[in-house]
């Protein structure tokens, strides 16, 4: 049987003009990077956290920096950067609305980024001293530079802490995770003695009631959200739809990061974005399906004070480290903070505090407010790196 020159070229895959009819729309899967890895210049950091022309120099830091954990892939930071200081600076323009009303999330990826760069700071010849800003958070005005903390520099010759390595091999998976393999003791153990800071704890669940209720928690949570227009609007303004637009903005979300199959990807990259309504339905469909039923762990991370602008940061510095842990030794992590996300948009419509509620019952301490939950375990897939702006996009010399 001959095959026609057409047919030939609708089977032929990714890096031609393969063609497919939807919604009465004509794509260009080569266009839509229906067939390809996610690759350019928007994922070149991952590749230079460590580049020579860095090393030795306070941008090596941020150049570490800018590959941590932040939420929604906001990337909410500026750099100032001299000699013998770098100011970690908020960007408050990069908020999430209804989604983070006091800038709490925002702070603890900054506390991420704080990490990375205490780590890169010894295998470049420093040792930091890190400041972060007193006060409260509030519901701070959007659209300035709000400085989050200052990292003072001086010369060191101390060894490298080996979690520097992992810097680029930490990406969130948001796969299935293999639950009949379970979570392994010996790292459970390492996240039990991780939390340094006196204002920072950690509770960890692998089974009953404490698992259970957090479960429930995190699903219930994500239902709430779906149910309420503004926090989908503001979420989904952080979705970036194709690689076209991912090059542009090198920040968000996409499709390659969102935890799906290779054919139930393939096919949504064939089609239209979905509107906020039926994107945020899957969301909470994977949570409640995948996300939830298939994690070995689920943890909640609190401090004494969820609003307190130093306590914020140094929560995501022990994310961050129990990230790297887990990614150097294969293990998958995954944030589902939802229930905190509930708790600051029923403080800020003044409605009752059911998510509080909750999340106080599983802690069961009045000591400690939860400020961050995540799911761990081992992957069923790798996770592939998202998007980041540059250093030189981020950083100001002064």
């Not at 983070?100 to 930091?128: I, K, S």
Request: hydrophobic share 40%; net charge negative.
């Amino acid at each position: 049987m001959t095959t026609s020159p057409t047919r030939r070229r609708i089977l032929q895959g990714a890096g031609v003009l393969t063609l497919v009819v939807a919604g009465g729309a004509v794509w260009r899967a080569h266009d839509r990077g229906v067939f390809a890895e996610p690759s350019g210049a928007a994922y070149d950091p991952w590749e230079m956290w460590n580049a020579p022309e860095y090393e030795g120099t306070p941008l090596a830091l941020v150049a570490a920096g800018i590959l941590a954990s932040n939420p929604h892939n906001t990337q909410p930071w500026v750099f100032r950067v001299s000699d013998t200081e770098i100011e970690v600076l908020a960007d408050t323009s990069r908020h999430l609305g209804s989604f983070d009303p006091y800038l709490r999330e925002m702070h603890v990826g900054l506390g991420c980024a704080v990490e990375n760069m205490a780590l890169a700071a010894p295998a470049n010849g420093f040792t930091v001293e890190v400041e972060s800003a007193p006060g409260t958070l509030t519901a701070i005005e959007r659209g300035g530079l709000v400085r989050a903390a200052t990292l003072r520099l001086s010369p060191s010759s101390a060894a490298a802490d080996p979690l520097y390595e992992a810097i680029p091999k930490r990406h969130t998976n948001r796969y299935p995770y293999d639950l009949a393999r379970g979570f392994p003791e010996e790292m459970l153990r390492g996240f039990a003695a991780m939390p340094a800071d006196e204002n920072v704890a950690l509770s960890l669940f692998t089974e009953g009631k404490g698992y259970e209720a957090l479960g429930r928690a995190i699903i219930d949570a994500t239902d709430e959200i779906v149910a309420d227009h503004a926090m989908i609007e503001d979420s989904h303004a952080w979705f970036r739809d194709g690689p076209d637009e991912m090059a542009r903005e090198r920040s968000g979300l996409a499709l390659d990061t969102a935890g799906l199959s290779p054919a139930l990807l393939a096919a949504a990259k064939f089609l239209p974005a979905l509107p906020a309504e039926q994107s945020h339905a899957a969301w909470a469909g994977q949570t409640r399906d995948t996300h939830v039923p298939t994690a070995a762990l689920l943890g909640l991370i609190s401090v004494r004070d969820r609003y307190d602008r130093p306590q914020a940061p140094a929560a995501g510095r022990l994310w961050q480290r129990l990230h790297l842990s887990a990614s150097a030794a294969g293990i998958a992590m995954h944030p589902l903070n939802q229930p905190v996300e509930t708790i600051d948009r029923e403080r800020q419509l003044e409605m009752e505090a059911k998510s509080e509620a909750r999340l106080a019952e599983i802690v069961n301490n009045p000591d400690w407010q939860p400020t961050f939950c995540f799911r761990g375990g081992l992957p069923t897939r790798e996770a592939p790196a998202s998007a980041r702006r540059s250093v030189e996009t981020v950083a100001e010399k002064v």
